[in-house]
């Protein structure tokens, strides 16, 4: 097996079972950290005297897109 065959396996969850489990919670917890990060942003720009609403729209749709991500996962 060589290494883009290896990548590929791990990439496409193809381990063993307990090593894909670890690897799709520690995705779960990658996620939760950036949705709460976001979420500062959100709460950051709202708060400016006056919001970029583009900015606020982009980081409410990149929170959405990982909120539904982690439920996807979490499944």
């Known amino acids: 097996m060589n290494f883009l065959t290896l990548g590929t396996l791990a990439f496409t969850g193809h381990q063993s079972s307990g090593g ?4 799709r919670l520690s995705r779960i917890e990658s996620l939760k950290s ?8 959100i709460m950051s720009e709202g708060g400016r005297p006056r919001p970029d609403e583009r900015v606020l729209m982009c980081l409410k749709l990149q ?3 990982i909120k539904e ?6 499944v």
Do not use: A, P, V
């Open 69 to 74: 991500e982690i439920e996807r996962l979490s």
């Open 20 to 23: 894909t489990q670890m690897t």
């Open 34 to 41: 950036r949705h709460f990060r976001i979420d500062q942003k």
């Open 63 to 65: 929170k959405l897109r």
